[in-house]
């Protein structure tokens, strides 16, 4: 069974994989939580440890701009579990960029749509007014639209700029994104 991960909970696809494998939904209920463990563990005890290769082209410098600016708050709105999100962060050189305790992730809820709110509110309610998801999948724009803020799309995944074209600005890369984020900051 093929399940399309790209912009998914890691909850959402393990839920995808087992009903799909006939795995009754309660019995995935039932073992949410050690299902959660055993894929932090597995994940921990596979994880290279340097995941600098994986961070697209202009990130670093977009990330320190944005932590720079006094009227920016970043906080990682991801679907992977936190732990596992926290490493590849660490990992990959960036995980300083994100204060603990801010942010959203899959081990907070299942659906994607509910993360933006969960983030706003770690951020002590920071306003949608004020609040920007940036992602690269349809689905990370769904998520956005679910909570009514901006959503700018960046093409360094598996869907390129047309596919995206349904967030406010969809670029091709995170240099382009820093003229609509400077855009956006500014107006």
Known sequence: MHVRTAGKTDGQIARE????????????????????DAWWTAYEAGCEEDLSHTVAPGVPDLLS???????????????????????KLARAGLG??????????????????????????????????????IGDTPLDIACARADGVRVAAVAT???GVPELGEA????????????????????
């Open 17 to 36: 994989l087992l009903l799909g494998h006939g795995v009754a939904e309660e019995e995935v209920d039932r073992r949410a939580v050690a299902l959660r």
């Open 65 to 87: 701009w944005l932590a720079d600016r006094p009227d920016v708050r970043l906080a990682l709105l991801t679907g992977n579990l936190e732990p596992i999100a926290r490493l």
């Open 96 to 133: 300083h960029f994100f204060a603990p305790g801010q942010g959203a992730f899959g081990s907070d809820h299942e659906s994607r749509a509910e993360l933006p709110a969960v983030a706003r509110a770690r951020a002590g309610g920071w306003p949608r007014e004020r609040t920007a998801v």
């Open 157 to 159: 995944g598996a869907f």
């Open 168 to 187: 406010d600005a969809a670029v091709p890369d995170a240099r382009a994104l820093r003229a609509v984020l400077e855009d956006w900051l500014e107006g």
